[in-house]
């Protein structure tokens, strides 16, 4: 079955620091990728996507590259705020089957000022 | 245009009772899906609904039932609640056309005592 991995949390940045937050997915064929952010107390907002290999999603200075190759989709920042502080949720879809999110565990980030 | 509504909030219920959560999905849309996150985890897919039918379902027992509106409005039900239950209830809308971009609701905080 399909599946996503991401790396455990929690992770803590100096604010400008540089964010990485690795994520990997199992699936039977080439699904679309997500990261959703979820800030406390509050539900999932979409903040980028890819659709197909080497595609690269961004949204307010966050990026991630869609790795077919590695099965990957890492989300990556130059320079992260105290108000990034959140928990990150890599997601995958395949139009086939259940055609539902298969969400990773989430990583929670904590950036100090 | 208003988002993706869930009601209520915070619901606090004993093992044994039922509970109903509510939805109205982003306007423009008709195909709600349901995901329950315990606490610390990803969200997990539920069942969706489309055309007021049950379309697609994930790994949860009958227990969890649920219906869709002429209005594309949609309740979860739980029945026999335990205590594992406990957990955000979070409500999804899509265009059945392009329905893997989900806008997701703030979520049911349900406690079972």
């Known amino acids: 079955g399909n599946s996503v991995t991401q790396m455990e949390g929690p992770v803590t940045l100096s604010e400008e620091a540089f964010l990485t937050i690795n994520c990997t997915y199992t699936?039977?064929?080439?699904?679309?990728l997500f990261w959703y952010v979820q800030y406390p107390g509050e539900g999932l907002q979409l903040l980028l996507k890819a659709t197909k290999a080497d595609d690269k999603g961004s949204n307010k200075g966050f990026e991630a590259t869609y790795r077919k190759e590695t099965t990957s989709f890492h989300l990556e920042k130059g320079s992260v705020q105290v108000s990034d502080s959140a928990v990150y949720f890599c997601a995958s879809f395949m139009d086939t089957g259940r055609r539902a999110l298969t969400f990773g565990s989430g990583t929670r980030l904590q950036v100090q000022p | 245009d208003a988002g993706v509504t869930q009601s209520p909030t915070h619901l606090i219920k004993t093992r044994g009772q039922q509970v109903t959560l509510r939805c109205s999905p982003k306007?423009?849309?008709?195909?709600v899906s349901w995901y329950q996150q315990a606490l610390g985890q990803g969200p997990q897919f539920i069942f969706q609904y489309y055309e007021e039918e049950e379309r697609q379902r994930g790994n949860f027992p009958d227990r969890f039932s649920g219906h869709q509106f002429p209005n594309y409005s949609s309740e979860l039900n739980v029945n026999a609640l335990l205590l594992g239950d406990s957990a955000l209830y979070l409500c999804?809308?899509?265009?059945?056309?392009?329905?893997?971009?989900?806008?997701f609701g703030p979520g049911t905080r349900l406690t079972v005592l």
């Open positions: 999804a809308s899509s265009l059945e056309s392009g329905y893997n971009e989900q806008f």
């Open positions: 306007s423009g849309h008709d195909t």
């Open positions: 699936a039977t064929g080439y699904p679309s």
